[in-house]
């Protein structure tokens, strides 16, 4: 009878055993469930924010557009701003004054050295030919230095009696 016992404990053992885990199996199963369910709605909000943060940024952007189109930009203006602006008669002048100095230099003898020399003729191969420049007078070499000789440092003698270089502050 003792065998029926043992074997009886056991099974009741091994029931337990299996009810507990089936219960832990439920409760994961369940939690697994839950959190699904949280992380499909938190995905759902989020694309919903940027859906309405797009929109928003694209209204934002079309408003800009057409406040920009409505208005010329005046961040980058200086000073007092005239409504009406008369004619610019120094603007004027200094046009008239470079339109008479082209014409003046125009008249003017060619080759002068405002001008610069006159355009050498294109060569059969449509480049402009240049002079060859004029060879430049070369110095001549000389021998290199030798290298300079180092004497060994010596230090200067010292009548300091107060030089405490070797002692220790610490002691």
């Known amino acids: 009878m003792a065998e029926f016992e043992s074997l009886e404990s056991v099974k009741r053992k091994f029931e337990g055993i ?32 940027s859906k309405r943060l797009v ?10 557009r057409e ?11 200086f000073g007092i701003e005239d ?10 002048q200094l ?16 080759g002068s050295f405002l001008q610069g020399a006159p355009p050498a003729a294109p060569s059969r191969w449509g480049r402009e030919q240049q002079p060859a420049p004029e060879p430049v007078a070369q110095a001549p ?3 290199p230095l030798p ?3 180092r004497r060994p440092a010596q230090r200067p003698a010292s009548d300091d009696d107060d030089d405490f270089g070797n002692a220790s502050y610490l002691t």
């Open 18 to 49: 299996r009810s507990e885990h089936s219960a832990r199996m439920e409760l994961a199963s369940r939690k697994f469930e839950e959190t699904d369910k949280a992380t499909a709605q938190s995905h759902k909000e989020f694309v919903d924010k």
């Open 83 to 92: 409504d009406e602006q008369g004619p610019d008669e120094f603007a004027d």
């Open 147 to 149: 290298p300079p000789t």
């Open 55 to 64: 929109d928003r940024l694209r209204e934002m952007a079309k408003a800009q």
């Open 95 to 110: 046009a008239a004054a470079e339109r008479a100095r082209l014409a003046a230099a125009s008249q003017t003898a060619e």
């Open 67 to 77: 406040n920009a189109a409505k208005k010329k930009p005046s961040e980058l203006a």
């Open 141 to 143: 070499v000389r021998p």
